[in-house]
């Protein structure tokens, strides 16, 4: 029984710190790093390549909106077109880095706002596929079990990736409850860590109003910019080995 276990870093940018990048290295099998639009900043991006490579973690990349001040969490009405080429202009940009550490972009996952909104708009999902199979054709791409996002990924020829997420709260029809809403984001990483355990063995887990809901993975995600981050991905981890 393996799974992927997943973080989003490289969100850093210029003197402001988020995260602990070094140290998720450490715990995580892949890194979804940032690509500049929603964060990061071409040194932070360097720095998290170099050390994924470094760890041996999979370096994959997290595209988003063109949203610094409100880190890629605000949707954005793009023409498909448009979103594309923003698409392929980040995974080419930290491929640059990627390469420069000795390694390469090797899945993709989009962020924040944009990962939710494909969960269901058409054009924008498959602007999204477009672009990664421009890129490479059978790359790996991370999405919500269900998705049109995934379905969209498949017939480009791509590989969908299922993912849940451990400190993420869910609806009962298996999508993410948003943020600003009162309990989305989890935070007992012993509570995480025996959800993240019913996943992967297939059983059921309690979503927001108590219903059980079964949430299918390939992927684990552990948000690096939660409060805890580093305590709850290595919990998880230990729990998963054991």
């Not at 997290?62 to 498909?80: T, W």
Request: charged share 20%; glycine share 10%.
């Amino acid at each position: 029984m393996r799974i992927d276990l997943n973080a989003d870093l490289g969100e850093s940018f210029g003197n402001w710190r988020l995260g602990d990048d070094t140290a998720l290295l450490t715990v995580v099998t892949s890194a979804n790093v940032a690509c500049g639009f929603h964060a990061g900043d071409p040194t932070v991006l360097r720095r998290a390549c170099a050390g994924a490579a470094e760890q041996g973690v999979a370096i994959g990349a997290q595209v988003g909106y063109r949203d610094l001040a409100g880190f890629g969490r605000r949707f954005i009405d793009m023409a498909p077109a448009e979103l594309t080429n923003d698409v392929l202009y980040q995974i080419g940009a930290l491929e640059a880095m990627a390469h420069a550490a000795g390694e390469r972009v090797r899945y993709v996952k989009p962020h924040g706002a944009l990962y939710n909104a494909i969960v269901r708009h058409e054009d924008q999902a498959a602007a999204v596929a477009e672009a990664v199979a421009l890129y490479a054709p059978g790359l790996p791409v991370l999405g919500l079990p269900g998705s049109v996002w995934l379905q969209r990924a498949e017939q480009a020829g791509l590989h969908p990736v299922r993912e849940a997420f451990a400190d993420r709260a869910y609806t009962p029809e298996g999508t993410l409850v948003p943020r600003r809403e009162p309990g989305a984001v989890l935070h007992d990483a012993e509570e995480i860590a025996q959800r993240c355990l019913a996943v992967v063995r297939g059983d059921p887990v309690a979503a927001i109003d108590g219903t059980p809901v079964r949430i299918s993975a390939d992927s684990l995600c552990v948000h690096g910019d939660s409060p805890g981050a580093v305590r709850i991905a290595r919990t998880v981890a230990e729990r998963l080995r054991a």
